[in-house]
């Protein structure tokens, strides 16, 4: 499956976190390198499509890569797990740090406050 059948059949969406598997050729020999991170943007339409992917580095940096639908040089795309975001652009995620990232989607939740004292002091 090509990878743009992959991606106009919308079988990976914004928010998934994704394996791209990469051919890159040096010298004389071609190599394939992965680069998983999440997908947080699908941008155009028909061939000129393209995807932006984000990863986080060594000591915290962010990375993120964008690829054409109809590039050569990407071999196949893994989904490591689905997302349900309620955006159909992260850019937020740039910045959001360590786990709050990973509870994006949990967000709405009520945090607990101080206990309120109840009666009067009288």
Request: proline share 3%.
């Amino acid at each position: 499956m090509s990878l743009s059948t992959v991606i106009k059949n919308k079988l990976v969406h914004v928010g998934d976190t994704v394996q791209v598997y990469q051919k890159i050729k040096e010298e004389d020999k071609i190599r394939t390198q992965v680069f998983e991170g999440i997908v947080i943007a699908i941008k155009g339409r028909e061939l000129g499509k393209s995807f932006t992917v984000r990863k986080m580095a060594a000591a915290g940096i962010g990375v993120e890569r964008i690829w054409p639908i109809m590039t050569p040089s990407i071999s196949k795309i893994t989904v490591i797990k689905r997302g349900n975001p309620r955006r159909s652009k992260l850019y937020y995620l740039r910045n959001l740090i360590g786990k709050e990232r990973q509870s994006v989607r949990s967000e709405g939740k009520q945090t607990q406050s101080e206990p309120q004292e109840s009666g009067s002091q009288g």
